[in-house]
């Protein structure tokens, strides 16, 4: 009987342990993991120090915000995933009730510091607040980011462009013998994944999303490993050619049909000049698109300068027109006058006799006007 109490005993004492070993702190406790133990959070997870940590990225683009040609700054939403192994972290999911992964406060555990190059603006977004642990030390970190990032854009074929915009991801300040980035998908993959999460593209089109790797040198003798995701997207011309190349090009032709409006009197310049005037607003317009440091003279300013140039010389050819039949006018004005002088002649020669001629009626109705 007594031992059959013991037996009892000790089978409470294994249920309640058990049932104790399927907490959370359970895990916490065994690992000795609380918010600050300097294990984890100072150095690399590593037993020595010659082993490297392998870092895991992969980046999805989920957003086009903005691309702003003019100060050549490219704004989108990103999901990144990392994941490296953290060697103080193990644990045995069977005396755990099968536990194999916790999710833990961010800051309790080291980080690579990972930065993207282009970025040009402080991330507003908050952090992701927890890493997931699982029982073999992999730790996953997850995170969206609103990133704004410098991109250089190729505007010659504005707006029949396609851009790309790199993304390049790289540790500040560890070396290769301490830290490998590598990536884990293929482009295929992570453009489709891309192409389901996408919400917004604004005015573009998304079309690929690629990634590959680089070395930098950046010191004597170190090594850095770079990830670069590169965004292929096209630009949705309609609405640029609906709003800007279909007017001009009316404009063109508005300027074309006032060789109809007959040449005398101002009001065929004036037309061509308003028009010209429409046509220089567009132009306006273009500079405050395109940016000031492309190196070549986008094709869409060639044009405009080329419709511009035209209407230019029809206005000359206007003018010139006007100015040789107001010299002609002056001409047959002074043969007329020279006319009516001798008719006055003849008049005076034939006092009392009141016959107006052709040119006096003539004269007489230049000095009406
Ligand atoms: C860490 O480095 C030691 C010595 O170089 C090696 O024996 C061990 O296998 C390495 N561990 C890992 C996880 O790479
Ligand atoms: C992206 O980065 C790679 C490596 O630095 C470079 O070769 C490539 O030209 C860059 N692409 C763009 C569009 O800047
Ligand atoms: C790319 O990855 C996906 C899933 O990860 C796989 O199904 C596909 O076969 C891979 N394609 C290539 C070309 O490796
Ligand atoms: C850095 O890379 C170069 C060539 O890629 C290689 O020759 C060199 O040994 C590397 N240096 C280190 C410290 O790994």
Request: proline share 3%; hydrophobic share 40%; glycine share 4%.
């Amino acid at each position: 009987m007594l031992v059959g109490y013991f037996l009892l005993l000790l089978l409470t004492d294994n249920v309640t342990t058990n049932e104790d070993s399927c907490s959370y702190e359970a895990i916490l406790n065994y690992l000795n993991l609380t918010t600050n133990t300097e294990l984890f959070t100072l150095s690399r997870p590593v037993k020595h120090f010659k082993n490297v940590t392998k870092v895991s990225i992969e980046m999805l683009l989920s957003s086009i915000f903005d691309v702003r040609e003019v100060d050549q700054t490219f704004i989108s939403h990103i999901q990144i995933y990392t994941s490296w192994n953290n060697d103080h972290i193990c644990w045995e999911p069977k005396n755990f009730c099968g536990l194999n992964s916790i999710k833990i406060p961010t800051e309790t555990l080291w980080k690579p510091d990972l930065i993207i190059k282009e970025m040009v603006e402080k991330d507003k977004t908050p952090m992701s607040p927890y890493l997931k642990v699982d029982f073999e030390g992999s730790v996953e970190y997850s995170n969206e980011q609103v990133v704004v990032s410098s991109c250089k854009m190729h505007v010659y074929r504005f707006p029949f462009d396609v851009q790309k915009c790199n993304l390049s991801f790289m540790s500040l300040i560890h070396s290769d013998e301490e830290l490998v980035l590598d990536f884990t998908d293929n482009n295929s993959a992570i453009t489709n994944w891309s192409l389901n999460l996408m919400h917004t593209q604004y005015e573009w089109l998304f079309l690929e999303l690629t990634v590959n790797k680089t070395t930098d040198h950046k010191y004597i003798g170190e090594n850095q490993t770079i990830v670069f995701y590169t965004i292929h997207m096209k630009r949705r011309s309609v609405l640029y050619i609906a709003n800007f190349l279909l007017p001009v090009l009316l404009f063109f032709c508005l300027d074309l049909s006032s060789f109809l409006i007959s040449d005398s009197g101002g009001e065929k310049l004036s037309f061509k000049v308003t028009v010209m005037l429409a046509v220089t607003v567009m132009q306006l317009i273009l500079n405050d698109i395109l940016p000031s440091s492309s190196d070549k003279i986008p094709l869409i300013a060639l044009f405009c300068i080329g419709i511009f140039g035209l209407m230019m010389l029809s206005l000359l050819e206007t003018i010139f027109v006007m100015y040789l039949m107001e010299k002609d006018a002056a001409s047959q004005n002074n043969e007329t006058n020279k006319d009516s002088n001798l008719n006055k002649n003849k008049q005076s020669c034939f006092k009392g006799q009141q016959q107006p001629t052709e040119g006096g009626v003539l004269h007489f109705g230049k000095n009406l006007k």
